[in-house]
């Protein structure tokens, strides 16, 4: 076997290596650090360190690394938040580089006869959003990174080229979407293979995914940047394949991307600054208001798996999740009004409308967000449970040798996005309009209800889970501690959350913070997912008794977390051991 193939195959037992040994504590780094969902992401990422760059080219570099070797989670078709925190000058950005939606779009473009048709807004060209990825990396680059795009997009075009090897995961995620990929003759090309009758299947363990269209686009990006994407040949073949397939997308609405940096949300947890990411994310709110609903409702801190602690926990999830299906939308086109949802006064009345001795019922709230009492709610219209395998986005974490820090989340939506590649580029295209409220009232793809304020409308941004985050010292409020995030879809919001609360109020390490089991409740619907590893029976019955719906599910999201001890200035890293992922630094 030549070199060529050799690597490919060391990457996979490297990945199975890692996976087996990260149930072990987190091991100190003197230099940055990094955790990723990919052991090719990780390293590209280090590579990028070791070459003198900083936070943001590795995390740029573990990004379109991820693009290549993870279709099912994110793309150069796809968007994403980032935080960036410059250690010298303290001050703390925040990229919006999410999808927006065409010009074309209308709020009913998914109703037939006045019915939300399943699959319309998650599956094909009629899912696209324009994609705000590339611009969104590039201006990360050019604004905070040290190298040039060449070096950053060096390890992502070789993959393309050489190939990675099949995975577990990547078998698990394509085979909830192969019927999807088998519409698109490109994507039935790249992404699966022909069975015994010729069918395109999910790939064997170890096949070789080689994408020479994608390495040719990422090669004009490293030399010509953004216009290489938005406009161009590449810009045509996306805007053809996605007209020619009945969707919207147009080379007015390319031409028209812009990202967008609003100003951090910010809280305080148990003294430590905390800032996350704003609308259009729902995430970084529900961080906000369940951290501070923790803090009034157990000023002392919250024992380990304590019942009635867990109780408080999921009520307070409960009702930020309500929040954001009353009030939240794209700011730009909606008044979101995030000074009083974020409020001591208004996270007080929240804390105080929970029943320490019993749950709520979702029920009892839903009226005054859909619009009617809660047998309106068309249950028939939509998954009210995710499938587990059709989970998407990944996440980024970085901290460098000099403070530096990233928190990046990033997506094509559902897995494999739209399932729609743009043919002769290797573009993986998101569906990405499946995150507004395709009808108000009527759960999405990840079973969450949102209502008018994220309907669907031309040049709008959906809402989103994603909840990229910084947690900084107590000691220091202008040096990062901890960088965090997951994908997950509505549960990334509560990952993080937990993520947080295992970190400050129990004193765990990274590895077991993120490794922990879970809790998940998201207002609708109405019943607390516990993850089969997450609490001992008699927890569970405690739960129950106070009225609490239990679901047993398998472990969800992929928290990816770096950790700089504000004591020894040395750095962790740790990337959830649910799946496939890697964290490394600097020695």
């Not at 029943?355 to 005054?368: E, G, H, M, R, V």
Request: charge should be neutral; charged fraction near 20%.
């Amino acid at each position: 076997m030549g070199a060529a193939g050799r690597q490919p195959f060391r990457a996979l037992g490297l990945a199975v290596l890692l996976v087996a040994t990260q149930a072990g504590a987190a091991r100190p780094y003197r230099g940055g650090a990094v955790a990723t969902a990919y052991p090719p992401a990780s390293e590209a990422a280090l590579q990028m360190l070791e070459k003198g760059g900083n936070a943001v080219d590795a995390a740029v570099a573990a990004a379109f690394v991820a693009a290549v070797v993870g279709p099912y989670h994110s793309g150069v078709g796809g968007g994403g938040f980032a935080l960036v925190h410059d250690a010298k000058s303290a001050v703390t950005q925040v990229l919006d580089f999410r999808e927006v939606a065409p010009k074309g779009a209308s709020r009913d473009m998914y109703l037939r006869d006045g019915a939300l048709v399943p699959g319309l807004s998650t599956d094909g060209a009629l899912s696209v959003a324009v994609p705000g990825a590339v611009a969104g990396y590039l201006e990360l680059l050019a604004k905070h990174g040290k190298l040039k795009p060449a070096v950053v997009l060096a390890p992502a075009i070789r993959l393309a080229k050489q190939g990675f090897w099949v995975t577990p995961k990547y078998q698990q995620m394509a085979t909830g979407r192969a019927e999807c990929l088998r519409q698109d003759p490109e994507a039935a090309r790249i992404f699966l293979v022909p069975n015994a009758q010729g069918t395109p299947d999910v790939p064997p363990l170890g096949h070789l995914i080689q994408q020479p269209d994608l390495a040719r686009t990422l090669g004009l990006i490293a030399r010509s940047g953004a216009k290489a994407f938005y406009a161009g040949p590449v810009a045509q073949a996306m805007v053809k394949t996605v007209k020619d397939a009945g969707g919207l997308l147009t080379q007015e609405d390319l031409t028209a991307y812009k990202t967008r940096s609003p100003a951090p949300l910010e809280t305080t947890y148990r003294g430590h600054r905390i800032l996350t990411m704003p609308p259009p994310s729902a995430g970084g709110l529900a961080v906000v208001q369940v951290l501070g609903m923790l803090q009034q409702l157990r000023p002392q801190g919250v024992p380990y798996r304590d019942p009635e602690s867990l109780h408080l926990y999921v009520e307070a999830v409960r009702r930020a999740y309500v929040d954001r299906a009353k009030y939240l939308g794209d700011p730009a086109f909606v008044q979101v009004p995030l000074e009083r949802l974020t409020s001591p006064g208004h996270i007080a009345d929240l804390a105080g409308g929970i029943d320490p001795k019993k749950a709520t019922s979702s029920a009892s709230l839903l009226a005054p967000v859909t619009g009617g009492p809660a047998s309106t709610l068309k249950k028939d219209a939509g998954p009210l449970t995710p499938e587990p395998e059709k989970k998407n986005t990944t996440h980024i974490s970085v901290i460098d040798k000099d403070g530096n820090a990233v928190a990046m989340t990033t997506t094509v939506n559902y897995s494999f996005g739209s399932c729609v590649v743009a043919k002769g580029t290797g573009v993986l295209l998101n569906d990405q309009m499946d995150d507004f409220a395709a009808q108000p009232g009527v759960p999405n793809a990840y079973g969450l209800v949102t209502g008018e304020p994220n309907a669907i409308q031309a040049g709008k941004v959906p809402l989103s889970s994603m909840s990229p985050t910084l947690v900084f010292a107590k000691e220091d409020p202008k040096r990062v501690m901890l960088a965090v995030g997951s994908p997950g879809g509505s549960t990334i919001p509560t990952t993080v959350i937990q993520a947080i609360s295992n970190v400050v109020d129990q004193g765990m390490d990274v590895t077991r913070a993120v490794g922990a089991g879970r809790l998940h409740h998201q207002y609708l619907p109405d019943e607390l997912w516990v993850d089969k590893w997450g609490l001992e029976p008699a927890t569970l019955s405690a739960l129950e008794a106070k009225g609490h719906k239990i679901r047993r599910v398998d472990g969800w999201g992929d928290a990816e977390a770096v950790y700089s001890d504000p004591r020894t200035d040395l750095r962790y890293s740790s990337s959830d051991p649910r799946n496939e992922g890697a964290a490394t630094g600097q020695d």
